[in-house]
């Protein structure tokens, strides 16, 4: 049972050796690489280690038992124990997701529902950065519009990761997020105490590590300048400052216009750009790699829901793992942790499915 971790302590022991050489650190993409993978491959080396531990303590309890009733006494609770311990072994052994150590861009936008839906937008933006909080992620507002009454009409902000393991990667946990989020409440500009229903969409791109990961021809840019503007359109810049750039052979469009200088908008244009355009590739390469835009937003209407946020009830449903809970507001202030893990769950489940069909 399970020798194929053999290989795997293997190469945990090669890139443990790896690790040791001061010259792998004088290349800090492949030393990112090496990070990464040992991270993850110490988690399976040490779950393999408690199994085997546990399987040699049952055998040598099934041993002793005859002569010693004390040992016939711990066999039902090692047995549950190394049950335990094979199954956490199991699902580590499960394929990861290549992008789950990568930092993550993220776009909000405002769908169906008019003002509500934007102000539904930026409680959404303020829910995921409490949430980048409680995990020590740090967060960047890359470009935000927004709308007359303070909510959002559109976002993009980039989250960032502090640990090398993938099972704590940053896509790891909001590769989760993309689609429709509807929101059930009664709207502040409501004057009749009626619940209205609006949604706001999400899109979650694993954000390239080394722009030369994605091959850019500079010949198939289509840059456009431009003067910035405000919420309700009026200029807040005397200069073309605004950078507008059309990938021609995929048609994907990228505006900025945060920043004051023309060269900051077009580095965050082309930040956001690769972005799109690695999960793109990957799409188009591998439709196992698919699987990640799986359920991501296509359109902004409530009919392609992930999730409904429901503050009359003070209840949060998430209707591909069937997770409900009524603590609303507390999941608005960044508690996402219990709905995300739902997903986790679920994907190693299916995971878990498509290996024992193999």
Do not use: C
């Not at 949060?316 to 508690?335: C, E, F, P």
Request: no cysteine.
């Amino acid at each position: 049972m399970f020798e194929s971790v053999n290989t795997l302590i293997a190469e945990h022991d090669d890139l443990q050796q790896q690790l040791s050489d001061p010259e792998l650190h004088s290349d800090p993409v492949r030393s990112k690489k090496v990070n990464r993978r040992y991270a993850e491959l110490s988690r399976i080396v040490a779950a393999y280690n408690e199994w085997k531990q546990l399987s040699d303590d049952l055998e040598a309890a099934r041993e002793l038992a005859a002569e010693d009733a004390a040992f016939a006494e711990e066999i039902p609770g090692l047995e549950q124990a190394v049950e335990e311990t094979g199954e956490k072994l199991r699902r580590l052994l499960i394929p990861r997701d290549p992008n789950d150590s990568r930092d993550v861009i993220m776009e909000i936008k405002m769908g169906e529902g008019g003002a509500e839906s934007a102000l539904f937008a930026g409680d959404l933006l303020r829910m995921y950065l409490h949430y980048a909080d409680s995990k020590r992620w740090k967060a960047e507002i890359i470009e935000q519009t927004s709308s007359d009454l303070g909510g959002i009409k559109d976002v993009q902000v980039a989250f960032k990761g502090s640990s090398s393991d993938p099972a704590e990667g940053v896509w790891a946990h909001l590769k989760y997020e993309g689609g429709v989020h509807r929101v059930q409440r009664v709207p502040a500009t409501e004057s009749q105490g009626r619940i209205h229903t609006s949604a706001a969409g999400v899109l979650v791109f694993p954000e390239v590590d080394e722009p030369e990961e994605v091959d850019i021809n500079p010949n198939d840019l289509k840059i456009d300048v431009f003067r910035s503007s405000g919420p309700g359109g009026q200029s807040v810049n005397t200069t073309d400052s605004a950078v507008r750039i059309t990938h021609v052979p995929t048609g994907i469009v990228v505006s900025m216009q945060n920043e004051k200088s023309q060269l900051q908008n077009r580095e965050a244009a082309m930040r956001v750009l690769r972005a799109r355009l690695l999960a793109k590739q990957q799409e188009e390469a591998d439709a196992e790699a698919a699987e990640f835009r799986k359920g991501q937003i296509r359109t902004m209407d409530r009919s392609e829901r992930i999730r409904t946020y429901n503050f009359p009830e003070n209840r949060i449903a998430d209707h591909r793992t069937g997770y409900k809970a009524y603590n609303l507001d507390s999941v608005m202030n960044g508690a996402l942790e219990p709905v995300i893990e739902s997903n986790i769950l679920a994907d190693e489940e299916s995971r878990l499915a498509d290996l024992g069909n193999d």
